[in-house]
Protein backbone atom coordinates (compact mmCIF):
# COMPACT_ATOMS: atom_id res chain seq x y z
CA UNK A 1 0.00 0.00 0.00
CA UNK A 2 1.30 3.63 -0.98
CA UNK A 3 0.35 6.83 0.65
CA UNK A 4 1.42 10.08 0.53
CA UNK A 5 1.63 12.44 3.14
CA UNK A 6 1.33 16.08 1.84
CA UNK A 7 3.15 17.87 4.70
CA UNK A 8 3.45 21.55 5.46
CA UNK A 9 0.99 23.05 2.75
CA UNK A 10 0.88 26.18 2.02
CA UNK A 11 -2.71 27.73 1.03
CA UNK A 12 -3.32 30.45 -1.33
CA UNK A 13 -7.01 31.84 -1.89
CA UNK A 14 -7.43 32.76 -5.13
CA UNK A 15 -11.05 34.31 -6.08
CA UNK A 16 -11.83 35.41 -8.91
CA UNK A 17 -14.56 38.05 -10.01
CA UNK A 18 -14.69 38.43 -6.26
CA UNK A 19 -15.91 42.35 -6.80
CA UNK A 20 -17.76 43.98 -10.22
CA UNK A 21 -16.94 46.54 -12.62
CA UNK A 22 -18.96 48.40 -10.70
CA UNK A 23 -17.37 48.10 -6.89
CA UNK A 24 -14.35 48.65 -8.73
CA UNK A 25 -15.25 52.64 -10.17
CA UNK A 26 -16.46 52.89 -6.36
CA UNK A 27 -13.13 52.19 -4.62
CA UNK A 28 -11.24 53.67 -7.80
CA UNK A 29 -12.44 57.18 -6.86
CA UNK A 30 -11.14 56.43 -3.46
CA UNK A 31 -7.99 56.05 -4.44
CA UNK A 32 -7.49 59.36 -5.87
CA UNK A 33 -8.15 60.64 -2.21
CA UNK A 34 -5.43 59.07 -1.20
CA UNK A 35 -1.74 60.35 -0.40
CA UNK A 36 0.70 58.63 -3.30
CA UNK A 37 4.25 58.69 -2.34
CA UNK A 38 7.61 56.20 -3.65
CA UNK A 39 7.49 52.88 -1.43
CA UNK A 40 10.59 50.47 -1.45
CA UNK A 41 9.14 47.75 -2.26
CA UNK A 42 8.86 48.38 -6.21
CA UNK A 43 11.41 49.37 -8.86
CA UNK A 44 10.87 51.83 -11.53
CA UNK A 45 7.24 54.00 -11.63
CA UNK A 46 5.02 53.12 -9.11
CA UNK A 47 3.92 54.40 -6.05
CA UNK A 48 1.63 53.70 -3.06
CA UNK A 49 -0.52 55.06 -0.02
CA UNK A 50 1.35 52.64 2.61
CA UNK A 51 1.93 54.17 5.76
CA UNK A 52 3.48 51.87 8.33
CA UNK A 53 1.27 52.92 11.00
CA UNK A 54 -0.95 49.95 11.74
CA UNK A 55 -4.79 50.88 11.91
CA UNK A 56 -4.58 52.27 8.73
CA UNK A 57 -7.49 51.19 6.59
CA UNK A 58 -8.95 53.90 4.34
CA UNK A 59 -11.83 51.83 3.58
CA UNK A 60 -12.92 50.88 7.30
CA UNK A 61 -16.42 50.47 7.97
CA UNK A 62 -17.55 49.80 4.70
CA UNK A 63 -19.05 47.66 2.90
CA UNK A 64 -16.29 46.05 0.76
CA UNK A 65 -14.71 45.15 4.71
CA UNK A 66 -17.55 43.57 5.55
CA UNK A 67 -16.88 41.35 2.30
CA UNK A 68 -13.34 40.71 2.87
CA UNK A 69 -13.75 40.15 6.26
CA UNK A 70 -15.77 37.31 5.64
CA UNK A 71 -13.80 35.94 2.81
CA UNK A 72 -10.87 36.37 5.24
CA UNK A 73 -12.61 34.63 7.97
CA UNK A 74 -13.11 31.94 5.36
CA UNK A 75 -9.81 31.45 5.16
CA UNK A 76 -8.90 32.28 8.52
CA UNK A 77 -10.90 28.33 8.60
CA UNK A 78 -8.90 26.74 6.39
CA UNK A 79 -5.79 27.64 7.93
CA UNK A 80 -6.69 26.22 11.13
CA UNK A 81 -6.44 29.81 12.73
CA UNK A 82 -7.87 32.27 15.21
CA UNK A 83 -10.38 34.42 12.54
CA UNK A 84 -8.65 37.80 11.47
CA UNK A 85 -9.50 41.15 10.28
CA UNK A 86 -7.90 43.81 8.44
CA UNK A 87 -6.18 46.29 9.97
CA UNK A 88 -4.12 47.94 7.33
CA UNK A 89 -4.98 48.93 3.67
CA UNK A 90 -3.07 50.69 1.06
CA UNK A 91 -3.18 51.32 -2.91
CA UNK A 92 -0.16 50.22 -5.20
CA UNK A 93 -0.10 51.59 -8.49
CA UNK A 94 2.56 50.77 -11.25
CA UNK A 95 3.20 52.30 -14.26
CA UNK A 96 5.02 50.66 -16.94
CA UNK A 97 8.92 49.10 -16.64
CA UNK A 98 8.53 49.06 -12.89
CA UNK A 99 8.93 46.19 -10.92
CA UNK A 100 7.55 44.64 -7.35
CA UNK A 101 10.46 43.94 -5.16
CA UNK A 102 10.59 40.54 -3.45
CA UNK A 103 9.35 40.59 0.13
CA UNK A 104 6.58 39.86 2.40
CA UNK A 105 3.94 41.35 5.26
CA UNK A 106 5.14 39.16 8.55
CA UNK A 107 3.84 39.93 11.40
CA UNK A 108 0.25 40.50 9.41
CA UNK A 109 -1.50 36.65 10.39
CA UNK A 110 -3.07 36.78 6.30
CA UNK A 111 -2.69 39.48 3.56
CA UNK A 112 -4.26 40.24 0.33
CA UNK A 113 -4.38 41.84 -2.78
CA UNK A 114 -7.64 43.25 -4.58
CA UNK A 115 -7.06 43.70 -8.17
CA UNK A 116 -8.64 46.62 -9.29
CA UNK A 117 -7.22 47.78 -12.53
CA UNK A 118 -5.04 45.07 -14.56
CA UNK A 119 -4.61 43.89 -18.32
CA UNK A 120 -3.27 41.52 -20.03
CA UNK A 121 0.37 43.17 -20.12
CA UNK A 122 0.13 43.02 -16.09
CA UNK A 123 3.25 41.59 -14.69
CA UNK A 124 1.95 38.52 -12.32
CA UNK A 125 2.56 38.17 -8.72
CA UNK A 126 4.69 34.94 -7.88
CA UNK A 127 4.83 33.35 -4.52
CA UNK A 128 8.00 30.90 -3.91
CA UNK A 129 8.68 28.13 -1.87
CA UNK A 130 9.42 28.71 1.61
CA UNK A 131 11.45 25.45 2.26
CA UNK A 132 15.01 27.13 1.66
CA UNK A 133 15.96 23.56 1.09
CA UNK A 134 14.45 22.78 -1.95
CA UNK A 135 16.75 24.01 -4.63
CA UNK A 136 19.02 20.72 -3.21
CA UNK A 137 16.09 18.41 -4.52
CA UNK A 138 17.13 19.24 -8.65
CA UNK A 139 14.00 18.05 -9.89
CA UNK A 140 14.08 16.42 -13.24
CA UNK A 141 10.18 17.86 -13.50
CA UNK A 142 8.30 20.33 -11.99
CA UNK A 143 5.68 19.23 -9.45
CA UNK A 144 3.02 20.71 -7.02
CA UNK A 145 5.94 18.73 -4.35
CA UNK A 146 9.32 20.67 -5.86
CA UNK A 147 8.19 23.95 -7.29
CA UNK A 148 10.08 26.95 -6.80
CA UNK A 149 7.88 29.04 -6.91
CA UNK A 150 4.00 29.62 -8.47
CA UNK A 151 2.17 31.94 -10.15
CA UNK A 152 -1.19 33.78 -10.64
CA UNK A 153 -2.40 36.50 -13.75
CA UNK A 154 -5.09 38.13 -11.82
CA UNK A 155 -7.49 39.75 -13.42
CA UNK A 156 -9.76 42.89 -12.73
CA UNK A 157 -12.15 42.13 -9.86
CA UNK A 158 -9.69 38.92 -8.53
CA UNK A 159 -8.77 38.69 -4.67
CA UNK A 160 -5.64 36.81 -3.86
CA UNK A 161 -5.43 35.79 0.05
CA UNK A 162 -2.27 34.21 1.56
CA UNK A 163 -0.23 33.58 4.90
CA UNK A 164 1.12 37.21 5.47
CA UNK A 165 4.82 35.62 5.86
CA UNK A 166 4.78 34.12 2.27
CA UNK A 167 7.80 36.27 0.13
CA UNK A 168 6.01 37.74 -3.11
CA UNK A 169 7.24 39.48 -5.83
CA UNK A 170 6.22 39.91 -9.85
CA UNK A 171 10.19 38.00 -10.02
CA UNK A 172 11.90 40.66 -11.86
CA UNK A 173 8.87 40.71 -14.66
CA UNK A 174 8.60 44.20 -15.63
CA UNK A 175 4.80 45.06 -15.91
CA UNK A 176 3.88 46.75 -19.37
CA UNK A 177 0.63 47.94 -18.46
CA UNK A 178 -0.06 51.94 -18.87
CA UNK A 179 -1.89 51.84 -15.31
CA UNK A 180 -1.42 48.75 -12.25
CA UNK A 181 -3.85 48.88 -9.46
CA UNK A 182 -3.69 46.57 -6.73
CA UNK A 183 -5.77 47.53 -3.12
CA UNK A 184 -3.31 45.38 -0.29
CA UNK A 185 -4.19 44.72 3.08
CA UNK A 186 -2.53 43.16 5.84
CA UNK A 187 -4.81 41.63 8.80
CA UNK A 188 -4.34 41.00 12.55
CA UNK A 189 -6.34 38.61 14.76
Known amino acids: MKNNINLFPTTIK ?9 EINEILSLVNNLNIN ?8 AASSYKAEKNDNFF ?5 EKKLNLIISEYSDDLGIKNCFIEQSWVNIQKPNSELLRH ?16 DKSSKIFFYNPNPFMKIMNPIKS ?40 LSFNTIY
Open 14 to 22: HVSNFINTN
Open 38 to 45: THSAFLGE
Open 60 to 64: KDSSL
Open 104 to 119: NHSPSPISGGLYLKVD
Open 143 to 182: TYNNNSYFYIKPKNGDLILFPGWLEHSSNRELNQSQERIV
